[in-house]
């Protein structure tokens, strides 16, 4: 009947599967915002043509373990994570028929209250509804409190006080915005306030309701934030556990896994054949073979994830509730990837002229994230962009060899310049290919030495880059971890058949 009164616990964590998006953001939220609008439609084609017939109570049953451990994998993976209320588009139907709804109710509690004598059954139960509200704030400690509100809120006592004539419902609602003063966290102060300037009782109850709802909120957070310790030692186990039966329910669910651990596989042993001279005996392709070990073919697995094609390719399976985040990190390489070739570029035009000078690399970082705003996206041009990133760097390396006292460039030197950053854009551009292949052997090694205590040191050509780049290596280093701790058994379980097959084909092959 009433949309705004508060919800239970239940349907508030419910509902925040629906808002998580939302709640994900941080302060690199374009990015994420962008990669959630765009995202493709998960492929389920292969997956599909092999599954078995299953019962609508086995699917809902299914459903729901997959929520939950999706919800629990958000509180865990995210530190940001939130609960938010799900916001209505602005003109849907949807949001038309709940402000319809909304209005019909209170206009009803309106009429009741100005009729002569009153009728206060829908007021007493809106009043029922916020006692249980203030009441399940409470702590178990808070008995005094607890006393107060069930005394000063009696139903029973309330609707004779409303049938003899008594009930003074401005009294009862000077208590509740007390109670909830008293209650609410500090944050809230302010809605308080403002609830004490409002005079009229419907537009007063409608308030409180709304202000319960933000209370609701908040209490819901701080049971996130206090479980989340607790839940980071079991998480790794429950996500597991709800694999597991999700596996007993379709056995063939690892097929995208095992797929994608054989390519990681084949391109171990291709690099180690390629490593191998030409004149190596057995025992030198046995020791090519050794080196695919299970931890070498997951890192090269993960690394893969962020060369992702995510249009035409379903995601691996065990990794598919971070799909979102690894198309992220998958953008932010790709801008970080330019960004660094045009600044090499730029630096090698400009000799050593403006490499110490302070803030000129990252004017010229901004210049290219702001110009690269949506470059995932199909009508994204990216020789405008670069030729417009062109003209904005010639401009700031022009400002800045005046103001530090060197001769400005030429006509011809600009040209040069704008000509190699249009360049970029081509697949086959040796700086590009240089500065990325620098990136993923970066990420390789901070991903190999995530459990030792000195980390790898930023490739040459990437120190402009190396904060943000390490930034993104930290994030991706803490998913694969916590990944590999809840996945494990299955990894080893699939890499256990390829690597036996890989390292039989390697020492077979000097024999043939």
């Not at 399940?136 to 029973?156: A, K, N």
């Amino acid at each position: 009947q009433n949309s705004d009164k508060p919800h239970s616990g239940e349907d508030k964590l419910s509902g925040s599967e629906d808002g998580q998006e939302e709640s994900l953001d941080n302060p690199d939220q374009s990015i994420r915002k962008r990669v959630r609008q765009n995202a493709p439609v998960s492929h389920g084609g292969d997956t599909l043509k092999s599954l078995r017939p299953v019962s609508i109570e086995e699917l809902m049953e299914t459903a729901k373990g997959v929520t939950n451990m999706a919800l629990a994998h958000e509180i865990v993976v995210n530190g940001d994570f939130q609960i938010k209320p799900a916001e209505l588009p602005e003109h849907s139907l949807e949001k038309k028929v709940r402000d319809i709804v909304h209005k019909a109710f209170w206009d009803c509690l309106e009429a009741q209250l100005k009729e002569d004598p009153p009728t206060y059954d829908h007021a007493i139960k809106l009043l029922g509804e916020i006692k249980e509200n203030l009441l399940s704030f409470l702590l178990p400690g808070h008995t005094r409190l607890r006393s107060q509100i069930t005394e000063v809120l009696d139903l029973d006592l309330i609707k004779q006080e409303a049938e003899n004539g008594a009930l003074d419902i401005s009294k009862l609602v000077e208590f509740v915005i007390g109670m909830m003063g008293t209650l609410c966290a500090p944050a809230r102060d302010e809605e308080i306030k403002k609830l004490k300037d409002i005079h009229e009782i419907v537009p007063l109850f409608r308030a409180i309701f709304s202000v319960l709802d933000l209370m609701k909120m908040d209490m819901a957070n701080f049971a996130v934030s206090s479980i989340r310790p607790k839940l980071m030692q079991q998480s790794a186990e429950y996500e597991r556990r709800k694999f597991q039966e999700f596996l007993e329910k379709q056995p063939n669910s690892l097929d995208l896994v095992t797929k994608w651990l054989q390519e990681a596989a084949d391109d171990l042993a291709k690099l180690s054949c390629k490593m191998l001279p030409p004149h190596c005996s057995s025992d030198g392709a046995t020791g090519g073979a050794s080196a695919l070990c299970s931890t070498a073919v997951q890192n090269q697995a993960y690394l893969k994830l962020l060369k992702w094609d995510h249009v035409n390719r379903p995601f691996p399976e065990v990794v598919l509730m971070d799909q979102t985040r690894f198309q992220e990190m998958q953008l932010e390489l790709e801008q970080l990837l330019l960004a660094g070739t045009i600044l090499l570029i730029t630096f090698s035009a400009a000799g050593s002229a403006l490499v110490d000078v302070p803030g000129f690399a990252e004017k010229i970082k901004t210049i290219v994230k702001v110009l690269l705003t949506g470059i995932h996206l199909p009508s994204f041009n990216l020789q405008e962009a670069l030729a417009t990133i062109g003209e904005k760097v010639c401009a700031e390396v022009n400002s800045c060899l005046s103001q530090h006292g060197f001769t400005p460039f030429s006509a011809q030197r600009e040209t040069v310049l704008k000509g190699q950053i249009q360049a970029v854009a081509s697949p086959d551009n040796t700086i590009c290919k240089l500065i990325d292949s620098r990136i993923q052997k970066f990420l390789e090694n901070y991903l190999a030495s995530s459990h030792q205590k000195s980390l790898p040191a930023v490739p040459g050509g990437l120190g402009p880059i190396q904060r943000e780049l390490e930034e993104i290596a930290v994030k991706f280093v803490r998913l694969v971890n916590y990944n590999k701790m809840v996945f494990s058994p299955y990894y080893d379980a699939v890499l256990g058949k390829i690597l036996t097959k890989e390292e039989s084909q390697l020492v077979g092959k000097p024999e043939e």
